[in-house]
C-alpha cells in the first residue's frame, strides 16, 4: 500500500544545496521508495487517492531529508548518555563536585564515567591525585575530543597500566619516578582504555549502550550513520542487537586501524575489514554495510598533539604526527586495492597535508573510492584546493567550531593561524564534497546545532555569544543541509537510496521545526 505525505514543505536541492526549493507531496511505495515528488494537483496524486492511498498530513512542517551522522562513535555515544557530565564546569573545582554528586546518585555503579573535559579547565594538568580522595571507585574522564582520559589511581590499577610500556602512537604520562600519573593519550586511549571499558561492561551493557545510542538519534532526525572507529568489542553487540530486532538506522563502518611496530602488523589489521567488508556489502547487508577503514594520524590542538606545520605559539612545543608517511602510505595503499574507503583523522595542516599526500600517491586516481579526510581543523590554502581536484571527501564536524570551545586556541596557535581554522566554505568553492557529521560523544549529536555553526558560525552552546569564528568560511544553510545529508550519502557510497527526496530513493526523512 502507498502512503502520501502532504501538507508539508519538502526540501530538495542539488547534491550541494544549490537550486533548493520546497515541494508539498511526496509519495511512496509499500516498500518505502520514494515514486513521486510534487504538488496536490499532479495526477499521480489524483491516482494514489483513487486508489485509497495512506494519507499523513505534515501541518504545514519543514521535512528535510532523514540526516546522516557523517562521523559518530556509536558504543561510545550510547555509554556517554550515562556518563557524568563535566561539559558545564569552568575549574577543577566544578569537575570535583560534579564527580562526588554523581557518586552519590549512582551508589551501585562499579565505576564512575565521566565525559566532556578540557585540559583547558585545568590548566593542563591531569593528576590521578587532583580525584583519588573523590571515591574509592575507578575514576575514568573523557577528555572532550576523546583523546586523552583522565584516571585515578584505582582506574590506572584496574587497567593495570604501571608495568606497560606507552603503545606505539600514544602514551602513558608517568612522573619523576616512573609511575603512571594519571593521563593517557592518543594511542594509549584507543588501545588501552576504551578496549578496557568495554571489556568490562556486560555484553547487555553493551547492547543496550547501542540501543540507546539508535534511540536518541532517531529522536533528533538521523536515519544514517557512519560509525567511524569501530573494533571487535562494539561490532559484536551490534550484530547480537541486530539479530534481536530491526533497527530504525542505517549503518556504514570504517574499522579502526591502530598503530603497530612493523608494517606486517599494521596490514594484517586491514585483512579483517577486508573480510568485513565482502561479507557486509551493499548487496549482502545494505542497512549494515562494513565500507573502510580509519587511521588516526594526528591528535588534538586542545592538548598540542595535532600535527603542525609550525611549533605552538603558547609553548613552543612541536609534536609530530602519529603515523609516519612512510608507516601511512603501504596502509592507504592495501586498503585502497582492496575495494576499501580510507578515512584518515587529520587535525592539524601537517597531518592533513600528510594525509592528502598519502591519498594522491597510493590511491587510485580521481576520488573512485571516495576516500575521506576526518576533521581538517587547520588547513592550508594550499591544501583546501587540494581536496577537491583529488576527489578527496572533506568529512567535517562544525559542533568543533564553536566559539565557546575556542578560547584557548588563539595562544595555543596564534591569531594568524586561527584565521585558517575551519575553511569549510573554501573546501566546498575549490570543489571538494562536505560531509557533515558531529563526532559524538565528543560534542553535541543534534543536527540542528550542527547547522546552526556551520551557517552562523557562531555557538549553539552558548547562544548569547557574539563571537564568530572566521565567519567569511560559513556555508549557505541550504549547503550545510545538503552536507549533512546527500553530502554524507556520497560519502559512503549511500546516495542511491538516501541523502535526498528524490523518486528512487528511501522516504527517509525528518520533520522539522524551521522557517
Not at 168 to 178: F, K, L, T, V, W
Not at 408 to 420: E, G, I, K, T, V
Not at 489 to 513: H, K, N, P
Amino acid at each position: 500500500m502507498s502512503t502520501l505525505f502532504h501538507n508539508g514543505r519538502f526540501f530538495q536541492s542539488g547534491p550541494r544545496g544549490e537550486n533548493h526549493r520546497f515541494t508539498e507531496c511526496v509519495l511512496a511505495d509499500g516498500a518505502g521508495t520514494i515514486t513521486h515528488v510534487g504538488l496536490p494537483s499532479d495526477p499521480q496524486i489524483a491516482e494514489a487517492e483513487a486508489a485509497g492511498v495512506t494519507k499523513h498530513d505534515m501541518k504545514g512542517h519543514v521535512v528535510l531529508p532523514g540526516f546522516i551522522d557523517g562521523h559518530m562513535h556509536l558504543l561510545m555515544m550510547g555509554q556517554s548518555l550515562e556518563k557524568c557530565d563535566l561539559d558545564w564546569c569552568r575549574n577543577l573545582q566544578d569537575i570535583r563536585m560534579a564527580i562526588k554528586e554523581f557518586a552519590v546518585r549512582n551508589p551501585s555503579a562499579k565505576r564512575i564515567l565521566c565525559k566532556g573535559w578540557m585540559h583547558s579547565m585545568t590548566d593542563g594538568q591531569a593528576l590521578a591525585s587532583m580525584i583519588d580522595d573523590l571515591d574509592l571507585r575507578p575514576i575514568f574522564i573523557d577528555s572532550k575530543d576523546l583523546h586523552s582520559t583522565w584516571c585515578n589511581t584505582a582506574a590506572l590499577a584496574e587497567m593495570g597500566v604501571q608495568s606497560m610500556p606507552s603503545p606505539e602512537g600514544g602514551e602513558i604520562h608517568r612522573d619523576a619516578d616512573g609511575k603512571a600519573s594519571g593521563l593517557l593519550s592518543e594511542a594509549a586511549v584507543v588501545t588501552l582504555v576504551w578496549p578496557h571499558i568495554a571489556r568490562v561492561a556486560s555484553m547487555e551493557e553493551r547492547i543496550s549502550a547501542i540501543k540507546g545510542a539508535v534511540a536518541a538519534y532517531n529522536a533528533v532526525g538521523y536515519t544514517g550513520l557512519i560509525e567511524m572507529a569501530m573494533d571487535e568489542n562494539a561490532w559484536e553487540a551490534l550484530q547480537i542487537l541486530r539479530q534481536r530486532e530491526t533497527l530504525p538506522i542505517r549503518f556504514a563502518v570504517h574499522w579502526l586501524i591502530t598503530p603497530s611496530k612493523t608494517e606486517a602488523e599494521n596490514l594484517a589489521q586491514i585483512d579483517r575489514a577486508i573480510e568485513l567488508n565482502r561479507q557486509f556489502s551493499a548487496d549482502t547487508s545494505p542497512d549494515c554495510r562494513v565500507v573502510g577503514i580509519k587511521v588516526i594520524t594526528d591528535g588534538v590542538i586542545d592538548s598540542c598533539t595535532a600535527a603542525l606545520t609550525e611549533p605552538y605559539s603558547s609553548n613552543g612545543a612541536s609534536c609530530g604526527p602519529i603515523w609516519s608517511p612512510e608507516e601511512l602510505g603501504p596502509v592507504v595503499k592495501t586498503a585502497d586495492a582492496a575495494g576499501l574507503q580510507v578515512a584518515l583523522h587529520a587535525i592539524g595542516d601537517l597531518a592533513v597535508r600528510n594525509a592528502i599526500d598519502a591519498l594522491e600517491h597510493n590511491a587510485a586516481p580521481g576520488g573512485q573510492r571516495r576516500h575521506r579526510i576526518e576533521h581538517l581543523e587547520l588547513t592550508s590554502p594550499e591544501d583546501a584546493a587540494r581536496l577537491g581536484r583529488l576527489g578527496i571527501t572533506a568529512s567535517v564536524q562544525p559542533v568543533h567550531a564553536d566559539p565557546s570551545i575556542l578560547r584557548a586556541w588563539p595562544a595555543l596557535l596564534s591569531p594568524r593561524r586561527c584565521a585558517r581554522a575551519f575553511a569549510y566554505r573554501e573546501f566546498v568553492d575549490d570543489g571538494a564534497v562536505l560531509a557533515i557529521g558531529s563526532d559524538a560523544p565528543t560534542a553535541p549529536y543534534p543536527p540542528l546545532r550542527n547547522l546552526h555553526t556551520a551557517a552562523t558560525r557562531r555557538s549553539a552552546r552558548e547562544p548569547l555569544l557574539a563571537d564568530r569564528v572566521n565567519p567569511e568560511f560559513a556555508l549557505e544553510l541550504a549547503a550545510a543541509v545538503a552536507a549533512a545529508t546527500a553530502g554524507s550519502a556520497y560519502s559512503c557510497f549511500a546516495d542511491r537510496w538516501a541523502g535526498r527526496l528524490e523518486v528512487g530513493r528511501s522516504a527517509d526523512f525528518a520533520v522539522v521545526d524551521m522557517e
